[in-house]
């Protein structure tokens, strides 16, 4: 089965950057397709962003475009969030999630999720 393993979230101010960081286990494949998604108190799981990890290809909320870049690592899978000019109203619990092959923004396609690590960002 697949794990995931989040960090790097924290306290930052507004306009900051930060990464997180998402770990699968050491036998994930790397035919698996991974996301971002977010939540905040009171709100629905969002789409933030996806990453093929066969072809490197991605998807971004329009919310996030420019600012968020979702990469992957090249040691045991890896895959980052490397958050920029960061605005209050990306405070959220920020979770990684993995599933077989294809790019998708639906939380539903998604098998396998992480923890979920917390993101503050203070105006």
């Known amino acids: 089965q697949v794990q995931l393993v989040e960090s790097g979230g924290g306290l930052v101010q507004t306009g900051g950057s930060l990464r997180v960081s998402c770990a699968p286990s050491?036998?994930?494949?790397?035919?698996?397709?991974m996301g971002w998604f977010r939540q905040a108190p009171g709100k629905e799981r969002e789409f933030v962003a996806a990453?093929?990890?066969?072809?490197?290809?991605?998807l971004y909320a329009d919310s996030v475009k420019g600012r968020f870049t979702i990469f992957r690592g090249n040691m045991e899978n890896t895959v980052f969030l490397q958050m920029s000019s960061l605005k209050p109203e990306d405070t959220a619990v920020y979770y990684c999630?993995?599933?077989?092959?294809?790019?998708?923004?639906?939380?539903?396609?998604?098998?396998?999720w992480g923890q979920g690590t917390q993101v503050t960002v203070s105006s």
């Open positions: 999630a993995a599933r077989l092959y294809s790019l998708s923004s639906e939380s539903a396609d998604y098998n396998y």
């Open positions: 050491a036998r994930t494949l790397a035919t698996y397709a």
């Open positions: 990453i093929n990890w066969s072809g490197g290809s991605t």
